[in-house]
């Protein structure tokens, strides 16, 4: 169901304040004050249920969302219809937050040696590690931003220690090429619904990547929203993907080459005189078109694994058809050459001449009033910290949601033994994952619903844009939010720290808003204000836009080529590993409805599959529901066969995120984890974990069952008369 503003307000019958306005995108039909019930008693039944604004934590592109609370129970999340990254939408991910909140496996106390005791004893004994321990701590999280992310750097700069951010799949080379093209040190915003023509590289933006509801929206305004012109379509990507499946052309291009094919693209446009001379000028060194050479089409199709009639044809629509835009990420970077892909495909924005334009590229401003963030460590900088923890500079160790056990491409054995030298290490997080065996003491954390908080998404909606997170419910278990420890037990050590607890620093953040006296959200005064916010989901300043400039260089004579792990003819396939719909990189594997989420394309579910070309079925004598071992450079895993007709013969495709050793009882030992067979290859330049570079062969196990998949189980019926699918085969 969706919720318009309207609704809200009627669902929620509520009383008017009367000392808060709301300006911006959108005036609000009227005001509203609702009173959450996290402190009524659990028996009062008033048969009512409220609507309260708060946020998205379950991927990181930080939507605003509204949560249907009835009789204390969250029951529903729906799109906050004000807030301006999602309008109104959410994705399956977003819906399961309910499901993380209620799930069954929830920590129940603090584990200090394995034993539950009461969070007295467990914040005491933190308190007293952090005592002992000043300028030895490392801090190893998820991804922050907002407040957790002022928190956690106030608490490590309080106490000496360092600060690292981790994320399997990091977005290093991405932050890395738009630094150096644009000078932002946030990323940017694409305005897909004005474009004419999109050419995304590797960059799964109708499923996981960036923030796929923002631009999921964003794709139906680009292709129903204008009528009479219909915006094209086109992706590159060795996977036949849910968002190549939607392109108009989808350009199955060889692993590691889309920088190359990016530039083919550059040199079409060059060429035909249709890139903007300045950007031309600076992209070639003021040669022209000489300097593209070993960009010609003709002479980079076979490498790029594309005919270069066809690359031309794109170029020239790309060319023509503007606003053009390009886009790049997932696979497309996760490569020994990821950042000259990165760049070669960002800079072609320039060359449309889109840069800052509508329908082109739009920069995002740095948050407002002290709002930061955490983004991830390259993987070179994660080796590094486990040679400090192996060298014993570490002496205490906490973590929260970085399981790294599970997601770094080394050894299990090196992680544990680093891991061990660390005289005593702290889990935080609302279930035991991989990581919580090794945490001497086990802190249950509250889920987002439970807890305070504000965010700024990244990438936003090219404005300044700040999110509020409020508790909906009273804690379904005894848990705490991770600022609140961090502070408790901050102050508790004697550390110097700005708040008391999340409430207060968020409260803190409202004041400085406040003090701006501008944006979406105005008020009288100070406690106005802060009710105002979380009224709305946050405060926003269509006024605040970001501004940036092409600052791109003369690109490579010659492409830098990506390295694999494994030899060709002992390891026959590229691996391309992408995340599924539903658990994503494995942060949704304890939630069955993410579990059960079918694959966009092959609809296969709670089980880790690879998907085989038919030829190369057919020549290794696999069939469909065969299990297979898959065999990398670095180790085995074992995957059920889907014969999928649009991959190419030389790749096989793996989702990542089964396979945990923890999680819960729906993810635990469900499936294998791609990340155990991924060689630890980096970016040459950034660091960054090149996570499609590794090469596998396939072994027959002849152990068969049936896949768990939707296809197949209905039969299909022509509604009409011409076919649904057409199945085409290129010469
Ligand atoms: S895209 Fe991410 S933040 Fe937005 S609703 Fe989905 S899971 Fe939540």
Redesign the pocket.
Known sequence: MGITRRDLLKLAGVGALGAIAFNGCRIPDRELRVESPVALPEDQVTGRDNWYAT?????????G?LARVVEGRARK?E?NPDHP??EG???????A?VQALYHPDRLLSPLLHGQAVDWETAMAELAGQIQQNRGRVLLATNPLRGHNALVAQTFIQSIGGTLLAYEPLEDTVLRTAVKGLFGQDTLPDYDIARARTVFSFGAGWLE?WG????WGRAYGAFRQGRPGQRGLFFHAEPRFSLTAANADLWLPVRPGMEGVLALAVAYVLVERGMAHPPAAAQLTGGQGLGALTAYQPERVAAAVGIPAERIREVAEVFGSQRPSLALVGGSALAHTNGLFNARAVLSLNALVDNIGREGGIRFNPPPPAGWTGVPPAPFARWRQALEEMRAGRVGLLIVRGANLIYGLPVDRGEVEEALTQVPFRVVIGPIADDMAPYGDLVLPELEALEAWGTDW?EPGPGYQTVTFQQPVVRPFRDGKAFGDILLEAGKAAGLTLPWQSMREAVQDGARRLFALRRGAVRAADEEGFFMGVLQRGGWWDPQATGQGRFTGERLPATPPAPQFAGDAQEFPFHLVPFTPLGI?DGRGAHLPWLQGLPDGTTTVAWQTWVEVNPDTARRLGLLEGEWVEVISPRGSLRALVYVHPAIPPEVVAIPVGFGHQGMGRWANGRGANVFSILAPLTDQETGAFAWAATRVRLRRTGQRQRIPKFEGVVRPVQLEERPIILVTKEA
């Open positions: 946020l998205c934590v379950q991927c990181g592109a930080g939507c969302v999340i799109g990254l999602n939408k959410t994705c399956a991910r977003g819906q937050a996981t923030s796929p509801v923002r998404p994503h």
